[in-house]
């Protein structure tokens, strides 16, 4: 579990995020949605401990980062495995050596414990007979597959995902997700997601929590969000026909 307490943090004289707490459970997915300069970035950052907050906690598990020296930082990041927007993949390498780099960089472990369990991840993905090839060979989706099976390889505690479905069509988007939400559970992992897609907030949001001009606004499920009196949140979630239809469908279904 990571909680995060009483966060604030500012640039220049202006405030990002205005004492934000959340609590991001484990073996959950946890989302943090908003729009585009609503401090959701630097939330997670934070969290990372990529930007320092003025003020505030963020507690692993009861260790809080905030406290930290930059060697204790380092070995918490031995803990957490990240995905990054575009992949991140080393075009140099194959799948298998993509797999492996975070494995031969932090463990100990010999070659063929590195192969093995590279192996394991990269079949946990379903890209059995891909590790052979280059990322410039394979499709958009199966390379966050690839980014995926790196960032569990040191099977982490925590993983963070920063906007996992850019670029890739509805249908692979919807695989990556239900992947990610397989591995959470599966591996009783603290997961949290920065995403803009909506189907990812409906289809796999176990604790969501939403931020506005750098204020935590609203927590909840995919469930009570269609129940939602916050305008802010309906405006973002439901904007487009097909989200308001969904919600008028799942609303109107409910008491039957």
Request: aromatic share 8%.
């Amino acid at each position: 579990m990571i909680e995060v307490r009483n966060l604030t943090k500012s640039f220049d004289g202006r405030t990002i995020l205005h004492d934000v707490s959340a609590t991001f459970e484990t073996g959950k997915t946890n989302l943090i949605i908003g729009q585009s300069g609503s401090g959701k970035t630097v939330l997670i950052k934070s969290i990372i401990g990529l930007i320092r907050p003025e003020k505030g906690e963020i507690l692993y598990d009861g260790r809080d980062i905030m406290k930290m020296d930059t060697d204790q930082i380092k070995e918490l990041r031995k803990e957490i495995g990240m995905l990054f927007q575009g992949s991140a993949l080393f075009d140099s390498e194959t799948v298998l050596g993509n797999v492996a780099f975070p494995l031969t960089m932090f463990t100990d472990m010999t070659a063929a414990e590195i192969y093995d369990r590279a192996q394991f991840c990269i079949e946990r993905v379903n890209l059995k007979g891909a590790d052979s090839k280059y990322p410039s060979e394979i499709s958009g989706g199966m390379q966050k597959r690839v980014a995926i099976a790196r960032a569990i390889a040191l099977n982490p505690k925590y993983l963070f995902c920063d906007e996992p479905n850019s670029g890739l069509d509805p249908r692979t988007s919807i695989v990556i997700d239900e992947l990610l939400s397989d591995i959470t559970h599966e591996y009783n992992i603290t997961t949290i997601i920065n995403t803009h897609d909506m189907n990812s907030v409906l289809g796999i949001g176990e604790n969501i929590i939403f931020i506005n001009k750098g204020y935590r606004e609203w927590v909840g499920d995919m469930n009570q969000i269609y129940h939602t009196a916050n305008e802010a949140l309906n405006n973002f979630v439901f904007a487009n026909d097909l989200f308001q239809k969904v919600k008028q469908y799942v609303l109107s279904h409910e008491h039957h």
